[in-house]
């Protein structure tokens, strides 16, 4: 059991937007800290993508875009493509773990 | 660009110490801006943040609560390095580790290690 709670999956067909959602506590992401993101494909290491509400790193489409309110935060891709097919996890600070903490992932399936 | 390189064995017998390297070319282990992390992932367990070390005037390490008893992280200046040791190992610890930079400030964990699949097994 995550201590961020993602949906297992979610799905969407070439240029459309999805949104993958990210639930956590007073201890984490409503205690304001940041939630990073992270896509992996199969066999590779998890790439980090963005943080908050941020612009992510360079070579980091600005496709990718994170909102955070409360204890929730979202990642929203539009203008879907089949290379963005791939697990999405959030991250964030837990106060109360004193320690960093992941959420379950989502596998995206690009239709 | 900042590269880590991770070198251990992949099979660990029960009971055992798990011994993982971390080297570090492009950045510090030693920065003042970074701490350098070591993260596994499962299929039971998923992503999981075992433990960090920095350095902010003097040296520093956190470790999760899940395996704060028999971890230990430390750096090597002389190589610029970091290394994961985990003792007593069962089969619940068979993963994949990865190292990994968290750099101060807005960011996540930006820099990762190619990963390194570790079975405990007799």
């Known amino acids: 059991q995550s201590v961020l709670t993602q949906p297992p999956s979610v799905s969407g067909a070439p240029g459309q937007r999805v949104n993958i959602s990210c639930s956590g506590s007073t201890s984490n992401i409503g205690a304001s800290y940041d939630v990073h993101w992270y896509q992996q494909v199969p066999g590779a290491a998890p790439r980090f993508l963005i943080s908050g509400n941020t612009n992510g790193p360079s070579g980091v489409p600005d496709r990718f875009s994170g909102a955070q309110s409360g204890t929730s935060a979202s990642l929203a891709i539009t203008g879907l493509q089949a290379d963005d097919e791939a697990h999405y996890y959030c991250q964030s600070y837990d106060k109360s773990l004193r320690g960093w903490v992941f959420g379950g992932g989502t596998k995206l399936t690009v239709l | 660009q900042v590269q880590l390189q991770q070198s251990g064995p992949g099979l660990v017998k029960p009971s055992q110490t798990l011994s993982l390297t971390c080297a570090i070319s492009?950045?510090?282990?030693?920065?003042?801006?970074?701490?350098w992390n070591w993260i596994r992932q499962s299929p039971s367990r998923g992503l999981e943040w075992l433990g960090g070390t920095y350095f902010r005037s003097k040296w520093f390490s956190d470790y999760a609560v899940s395996v704060k008893s028999r971890i230990t992280i430390s750096p090597d200046t002389s190589k610029n390095q970091f290394s994961l040791q985990l003792n007593s190992v069962t089969p619940e610890d068979t993963a994949v580790y990865y190292c990994?930079?968290?750099?101060?400030?807005?960011?996540?964990?930006?820099?990762w290690g190619q990963g390194t699949t570790v079975t405990v097994s007799s």
């Open positions: 492009g950045d510090s282990v030693s920065s003042h801006s970074a701490a």
């Open positions: 990994a930079r968290k750099r101060e400030g807005r960011y996540g964990m930006d820099v």
